[in-house]
């Protein structure tokens, strides 16, 4: 039925109080995948405000496919499905910092042909934040495919650096800047 | 029709080169705050001040993280018995269902809650407000809507706060809610309130929504028949997460009715 269509509930800031015991911010949260996990990396940064003081209340979520590609998923038309949790939600600390640890994820096709690189869909949460901030982490190493990618390459090329992460021992620093001169590019999902 | 040989009757009949069929999900910027609200004054350092880009609807954004029942203990969905004793407070129901916006349910989809307990004091260490702690009260839930979209939780009236946003400012009682739906385009942050609340007009969180009908999708109705006799008052909150646009297949199915 494409007759009337409800309007959607509106979207409310998270506030400063959600990290409550047993609340949304689960134990494993930053745990997409075990530290035993083969080609495991641990993806870090800051969240930073307009004077670029760290925002210590925010909630970093994570959403990505796993190192082929793939999403546990019914939308996921492809098949073989996989069991990859490919969810990270993480609060920040006093200094503003996350960490989530998984995989990189592997490169997507898209319906028009195109193949986007590697990326990691990120949600930003907090106190200020009346409506969920989204952005994407980029690889650094992926020069071509990311020259490549449909959404990366329509990014104004001033802004494209701030969605790629850079690389460091064990893995990707990847800071939000939610206001400044070098803000984070951020999507209307 | 176009002719069978043309380029754009291949673009128009074939799924794909890649054979990948994406669902798309309607935008609703409309339902949501600006998120450069001045006058919610945690708004001035953080709320992005360049534009936002659109995102197209690939694999990553169409797709989201399906949490099952390994996430919802038995006592949950019941912020009342999740403790010793009760909590002190006026009890209440709160339930309804997870619908998106073309009413179709949206099932077996995890809604977390947490909230303040009914002196509107918060059991976070950040929460200054005078009031007294509930040793029987944590204040955070969470459960799977059933096979339509149903859910429900027990728990107590929370209390309205102050907060030092503006002169005498008071934040309506609320309870904050996280939807996940089905898709990362679906994730839903917001906070239920109650009907008649006399704090809402002073409340700039709640007026940041600037269509009412948008906000009245905000607060809940209370429901007699579902209120259980000398027991708890009941609440009802159907959450509208966003549908999804029409695909040519489904336009062909009603084109036949």
């Known amino acids: 039925m494409a007759g009337d269509t409800l309007g959607t509930t509106p979207s409310q800031t998270v506030g400063p109080f959600f990290a409550l015991s047993g609340g949304i911010l689960w134990e494993d949260g930053p745990e997409v995948v075990g530290a035993d996990e083969p080609g495991a990396i641990v993806v870090h940064g800051r969240v930073l405000d307009g004077n670029g003081d760290p925002v210590p209340d925010a909630v970093v979520e994570t959403w990505q496919a796993d190192s082929q590609g793939r999403f546990d998923h019914f939308d996921d038309s492809r098949g073989e499905s996989t069991s990859f949790r490919g969810f990270g939600r993480c609060g920040t600390d006093p200094e503003g910092r996350y960490w989530i640890r998984t995989v990189k994820p592997g490169t997507l096709p898209t319906p028009d042909g195109a193949t986007e690189a590697p990326h990691i869909d990120v949600t930003v949460l907090a106190r200020g934040l009346l409506n969920r901030v989204v952005t994407r982490i980029y690889f650094p190493e992926e020069q071509e495919a990311n020259a490549a990618d449909p959404v990366l390459s329509t990014v104004d090329a001033g802004r494209r650096g701030t969605l790629i992460a850079a690389a460091d021992s064990g893995g990707y620093q990847f800071d939000i800047r939610l206001q400044g001169d070098d803000e984070t590019l951020f999507f209307a999902v | ?257």
Not at chain 2, 64 to 87: F, N
Request: proline share 9%; with cysteine.
């Open chain 2, 1 to 257: 029709m176009y002719p069978k040989d043309t380029a754009y009757d291949v673009a128009a009949t074939t799924p794909a080169p890649s054979g990948l069929v994406l669902p798309s999900y309607k935008r609703d910027e409309s339902s949501h705050p600006a998120l450069d609200t001045e006058e919610y004054n945690s708004t001035h350092l953080r709320a992005p001040q360049q534009p936002l880009q659109v995102l197209p609807h690939y694999l990553t954004e169409v797709t989201g993280p399906l949490l099952g029942h390994d996430r919802v203990g038995e006592t949950d969905h019941d912020l009342t018995a999740q403790h010793a004793g009760e909590p002190l407070g006026e009890r209440i129901i709160v339930s309804g269902r997870v619908l998106d916006s073309d009413g179709k349910p949206v099932p077996n989809t995890l809604v977390e809650i947490w909230q303040a307990n009914s002196a509107g004091r918060y059991e976070h260490s950040g929460d200054r407000h005078p009031a007294p702690l509930d040793p029987n009260f944590s204040g955070t839930g969470r459960c799977l809507t059933d096979s339509d979209g149903f859910y429900k939780f027990i728990t107590i009236k929370p209390g309205a706060y102050p907060w030092r946003n503006h002169d005498n400012a008071w934040r309506p009682a609320h309870i904050h809610l996280s939807l996940f739906g089905q898709a990362f385009t679906q994730r839903l942050i917001t906070q239920m309130y109650f009907p008649g609340d006399p704090l809402f007009y002073q409340d700039p969180i709640f007026n940041s929504v600037r269509d009412p009908k948008a906000r009245e999708r905000m607060i809940s109705r209370f429901d007699l028949d579902t209120t259980v006799p000398e027991w708890a008052l009941s609440y009802k909150f159907d959450i509208v997460l966003r549908g999804r646009e029409a695909t040519p297949f489904e336009d062909d199915e009603e084109d036949d009715d």
